[in-house]
């Protein structure tokens, strides 16, 4: 079975200030690996996603994360956020070629402060 | 891009009553439709996974005959809670596939029901 752990329930940030939110995961079988985004009382967002291919991927709203297989990790970074960019991120995965059963992780709150 | 709509976005109702959400694949045909639950500041939690013409799929420990499922058609899926209660309440989301490889799942606004 597949598991996704977000290590930071909260992540307080200026304005400006580059971010990293964790996410690891754990998977006996290869794995699809997304980064989605919430706002309040909206639905979920895909900021990106690994498939296969480079280990880096890029995002919108100028996020990026890496996959690290060695250390199952997909870390999503931005160089500079904005206030508009509080939200909830959530880490999700899937089984590669499988069905499409997403995973979630339990959600970082990212609060950006001016 | 691919949208999802969900109908109603807030639900009040009384304890006992039935209440039925819609979730609907605007612009494209959706096979699969799942159905999350999501509670104040926590993660989704997969309630159901739903293919058109057939019978949902129930995670364990989700009550099927409390959380009725049925996906007429490829556009529609609907969600009703029977014999609603307080506990009931959650914010309700669903999520549709578009069949085209496993990363294209795009998800509705969702509903936030209340039950008094």
């Known amino acids: 079975a597949q598991s996704v752990t977000q290590l930071d329930s909260q992540v307080p940030v200026f304005e400006e200030a580059p971010v990293e939110l964790r996410c690891n995961y754990s998977s006996s079988v290869s794995v699809y690996l997304f980064w989605y985004v919430q706002y309040p009382n909206q639905g979920l967002q895909l900021l990106l996603k690994y498939l296969s291919g480079s280990t880096l991927v890029k995002g919108i709203n100028g996020f990026e994360a890496e996959f690290n297989k060695s250390q199952t990790s997909f870390h999503l970074r931005k160089p500079s956020v904005h206030i508009s960019d509080t939200a909830e991120y959530f880490c999700a995965v899937t089984v590669s070629g499988g069905y499409n059963k997403l995973i979630f992780g339990a959600g970082t709150r990212l609060a950006v402060h001016p | 891009g691919a949208v999802v709509s969900q109908h109603p976005s807030r639900v009040i109702c009384k304890s006992g009553t039935s209440v039925k959400i819609e979730c609907r694949s605007l612009?494209?045909?959706?096979?699969?439709m799942f159905w999350y639950r999501q509670f104040p500041k926590q993660s989704l939690m997969l309630m159901a996974t739903?293919?058109?013409?057939?019978?949902?799929?129930?995670e364990q420990g989700v009550e099927k005959d409390k959380f009725l499922i049925n996906h007429a058609s490829l556009t529609l899926s609907t969600l009703t809670v029977t014999s609603a209660h307080p506990e009931d309440s959650s914010f309700y989301i669903c999520s549709a596939d578009t069949g085209i490889g496993t990363d294209t799942q795009y998800f509705g606004p969702g509903t936030r029901l209340t039950v008094l």
């Open positions: 612009d494209f045909q959706a096979t699969t």
């Open positions: 739903s293919n058109e013409g057939s019978k949902a799929t129930y």
